[in-house]
């Protein structure tokens, strides 16, 4: 299994020397009830089969099986355990569990996941894994465990590969503590845009359970968290994720801070077991201190590594992107993220640039594109180039399409959602979306009369999406392309 983003891995220093056992064990109810039955009834039709195969002496049946067994098992159990959480309390209770499975040198490495434990170990004195398993359950007294955990031998070849796996993301995990530390260290400047409008859309008070996706320095949160109400805040950089702690540790429990992309919300909000909440806010893009610090690669006027990435885990740079892609995929990039005109122009000249020396840095790119389009009034030649570039890197509208889809079942009835837009491609999607579960009605010019939305599922809270006023363009010129919708569940 893959470890989700909040799980929490270790590795032993000592390294199998024998045959290993892999163990899954998970809560209760972490899986529907009726897709347990599925994979139990498929799963022992499977080893009746097998047992049949092995009577007749049949090893390329018995492979064959075995493979299917294990792809069963892997759609059926373990992917889910992973992806989705429906109870999803064991993440947060790990404390004894951990201390016992360090305890035991027999365990050579462990993956917690939000709701499961995934385990090697290799067996040492008299106890089997069934009295091991009993023993590392018993540590954990206030989990419900499913009775049946999953336990597969593993040569040691395999558990050496699958104890390096753990290893690995132990390494990322720390690394990425360590940066959010750093971060927590460094000054972090953002003015919130359309703060009182957006944050009293969501109506806070004392009791209301809200969730921003887009925590960056926390400037709506405070104006949640003053209100009275409970918050999640997502964030997918670690550096505002940071400074939001630092601002708002006032808050105490009131607030909950989330790593992870909003794309992911309704899991991400699971797996702590929140199903659903009073209102949601996104204020879509990046934050000032992301375009500020020359060493995240998001501006064009400071020297800086092609980066643009607001997740720094994430697996794909700006740079990865310029000096792989085909010119066909340049230009497309450029083309619908960017609108640039001169897509593929300026595709072909990163192409024959790129043949001579990769394209590392910020500034090098920008010349790359000056030279193809000289500047014509006030704005840089390369400002369109950069938008397309960091909306691919981020699959900023792949991740607003997410959220969009599912924000309408995070909420309540009555729940709020908001979202504030910063350009014409965003908020397109958004006042698509919204129009199309705000319309009670649809027609069509073949049909006789418009028949009820099968999708309708809210109301619009302003007719027309709300921008700044002069005082605050006066003060913050980041919100003159600001625009803030607003609907509210049925
Ligand atoms: C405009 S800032 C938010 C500022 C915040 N409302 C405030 O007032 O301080 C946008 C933030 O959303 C984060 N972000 C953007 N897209 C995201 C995504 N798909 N998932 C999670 N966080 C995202 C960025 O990292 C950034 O910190």
Redesign the pocket.
């Known amino acids: 299994m893959m470890p989700a983003p909040n799980s929490l891995c270790h590795a032993a220093d000592s390294s199998p020397t024998g045959p290993c056992y892999r163990v899954l064990m998970w809560e209760q109810d972490a899986l529907a009830p009726e897709a347990l039955a599925q994979w139990a009834t498929a799963r022992k039709e499977l080893l009746a089969r097998m047992r049949d195969a092995g009577i007749k002496g049949s090893r390329g049946m018995l492979a064959q099986l075995e493979n299917e067994l294990r792809e069963l098992t892997a759609r059926a159990v373990e992917a889910p355990l992973v992806t989705c959480a429906r109870s999803a309390r064991l993440i947060t209770r790990v404390g004894a569990l951990e201390a016992a499975l360090r305890a035991d040198s027999g365990v050579l490495a462990y993956r917690f996941h939000p709701a499961a434990l995934e385990l090697l170990v290799q067996l040492q004195g008299e106890l089997g894994v069934d009295a091991l398993v009993a023993h590392w359950q018993a540590a954990a007294t206030d989990v419900c465990w499913y009775p049946a955990p999953l336990v597969e031998c593993l040569s040691p070849r395999e558990a050496m590969e699958w104890q390096a796996g753990c290893r690995v993301a132990a390494m990322e995990q720390a690394a990425a503590r360590e940066a959010e530390e750093e971060a927590e260290t460094r000054p972090f400047h ?4 359309l ?1 009182r409008e ?1 944050v009293d859309a969501l109506l806070p008070a004392e009791g209301r359970v809200l969730v ?11 104006l949640m968290l003053r209100a009275g109400a409970t918050v999640w805040g ?4 670690p ?3 940071a ?2 702690r630092k601002r708002l540790a006032a808050y105490g429990e009131r607030l909950h801070i989330v790593a ?6 309704a899991t991400l909000l699971a797996e702590h077991g929140v199903e659903q909440v009073d209102g949601l ?10 375009v500020d610090c020359a060493e995240r690669g998001f501006s064009f006027l400071a020297e800086g590594p092609l980066d643009m990435r ?2 720094p885990a994430a697996p794909r740079s700006a740079a990865d992107i310029v000096n792989t892609a085909t010119e066909a995929e340049l230009a497309d990039i450029l083309w619908q993220y960017g609108e640039e005109r001169a897509s593929r122009a300026i595709a072909r000249r990163i192409v024959q640039e790129r043949a001579k020396a990769p394209i590392r840095t910020t500034t090098q790119l920008a010349a790359i594109i000056s030279s193809v389009l000289p500047r014509k009034g006030k704005q840089h030649p390369a400002t369109r180039s950069f938008q397309a570039l960091r909306i691919a890197v ?3 509208l792949g ?2 399409e997410a ?1 969009l889809e599912s924000g309408l079942s995070l909420l309540k009835s009555g729940g709020r959602f908001a979202i ?1 837009t ?1 350009h014409s491609l965003e908020d397109r999607a958004v006042k698509r979306y919204f129009d199309r579960v705000t319309r009670p009605e649809i027609d069509r010019p073949e049909w006789p009369s418009p028949r009820p939305n099968p999708e309708y599922a809210a109301r619009s809270i302003f007719r027309k999406p709300l921008t700044a006023g002069e005082a605050e363009l006066a003060s913050n010129p980041r919100a003159r392309s600001a625009k803030l919708r607003v609907i509210e569940k049925l």
């Open positions: 953002h003015v919130t845009v703060a957006a921003d996706a887009t925590l960056g320095g926390g400037g709506h949160s405070e997502i964030d997918q950089d550096a505002a994720r400074a939001a992870g992309n909003f794309r992911n919300a806010l996104a204020d879509i893009g990046i934050s000032s201190p992301q607001m997740n981020n699959d900023e991740a607003l959220l504030i910063f």
